[in-house]
């Protein structure tokens, strides 16, 4: 039989009551009385009825998280993050995604029967902005992305500017001297794509070098495909490139593929980093130079402001910047640079 409060009050020698403010964390319980009563918790096993708890508080137990597309790896390997982070928590996390759909992004905050699912939101538009999201979202809610930076909701992100620089930095001081971008998009659907082009940009500026259109190519989306049929393109120049930066890890993946096909050799023809720093880089050949935000902190940093909006704490809304790591493998250091790139110990370059 599953252990009551009732038996921990009589192990306790104290009343059910005193039992289930200790268990609901209530302030107003000594703290002799409390290390007492959580003595007898850890001794029965007591396990509460998360269910039957929530329900009391008006609540489901559970957030959500809204993101672009679960097939591309960093959007999934934030996901898992999230939903560990949240476990710590007692929160069940449910999963949803939008393809950038701004209809869809409506349908998941509408302030429905769908909305009442879960307790808070973690969210990544793609298309709503600000104004929208006020009159609709009606849960407590914290951002991700650049849709929407520094507005009146709690939000998480990096500064993809920086480190978009600090790649092509990266590129121009192994002395590449034709250096390409593959991901432009245009800002109706991509800022993201943006303020990565934006990054690429300020860094040739500043090393004094000019910005060839033809060197920037665009995409439709951030998948190996696109990445491929984008090297492609930039093969084809009368003269191509001897560097990429790809906007995300998929897309060098894809980069890499093509190059390996048409016979160059990667880094020594064309050198290749990418960003997000996703599992697939870390075992690809060569192994994958990248730009690492930390998920980690980006992750606990969403569930910890959610739960906090969750617990009533009135605070003015908060915008956290985490830190991004260089992170040199072998597609642009090759082996010389570092003889354990292939037992997962890169170079490490931390954020400036």
């Known amino acids: 039989m599953p252990v009551t409060l009732r038996d921990v009050a009589r192990r306790a020698g104290v009343s059910v009551r005193t039992v289930s403010n200790v ?13 007492k009563v959580q003595k007898a918790l850890d001794e029965l096993g007591y396990r509460p009825n998360l269910v039957a708890r929530n329900l009391r508080r008006g609540r489901t137990g559970m957030i959500a998280l809204v993101v672009p597309e679960l097939a591309v790896p960093y959007f999934a390997e934030l996901a898992d993050l999230v939903m560990a982070e949240a476990g710590e928590h007692g929160y069940t996390t449910i999963i949803d995604q939008t393809h950038g759909d701004i209809e869809r992004e409506r349908q998941i905050i509408h302030p429905s029967t769908r909305a009442m699912l879960f307790d808070g939101l973690i969210f990544s538009p793609l298309g709503m902005g600000e104004a929208e999201l006020r009159q609709r979202v009606k849960t407590p809610i914290v951002l991700l992305g650049e849709r929407i930076a520094g507005g009146g909701f709690d939000y998480v992100a990096f500064d993809n500017v920086a480190a978009a620089r600090r790649a092509t930095e990266h590129l121009i001081a192994l002395g590449r001297r034709r250096i390409a971008a593959i991901g432009a998009q245009p800002w109706d659907h991509g800022e993201t794509a943006q ?3 934006q990054g690429y940009h300020d860094a040739l500026v500043s090393a004094g070098r000019s910005v ?6 665009r995409t439709p989306h951030f998948h190996r495909a696109d990445g491929a049929a984008a090297m492609a393109r930039l093969l084809d120049l009368p003269e191509p490139p001897d560097a990429v ?3 995300n890890d998929l897309l060098a993946l894809g980069a890499i593929r093509t190059l390996l096909e048409r016979g160059y050799r990667v880094p020594e023809d064309v050198a290749v980093i990418g960003f997000d720093d996703i ?3 870390r075992y690809s050949t060569p192994t994958l130079t990248t730009v690492s935000p930390d998920k980690q902190r980006i992750a606990a940093a969403a ?3 959610l739960l906090e909006r969750l617990k009533g704490e009135d605070k003015a ?3 956290l910047m985490v830190d991004f790591t260089l992170v040199v493998r072998e597609s642009t250091a090759g082996r010389s640079r570092n003889d ?5 110990a890169p170079l490490l370059e931390p954020t400036r």
Do not use: K, M, W
Request: proline letters at 10%; glycine letters at 8%; a negative charge.
């Open 23 to 35: 268990v609901n964390d209530f302030p107003y319980v000594s703290p002799e009385t409390r290390a």
């Open 195 to 197: 303020y990565r082009t």
């Open 212 to 217: 060839e259109p033809d060197l920037l190519v």
């Open 245 to 247: 930066f790809c906007f």
């Open 279 to 281: 599992e697939d880089g």
């Open 303 to 305: 569930v910890e402001y």
């Open 317 to 319: 809304p908060r915008t």
């Open 340 to 344: 354990n790139v292939g037992t997962g």
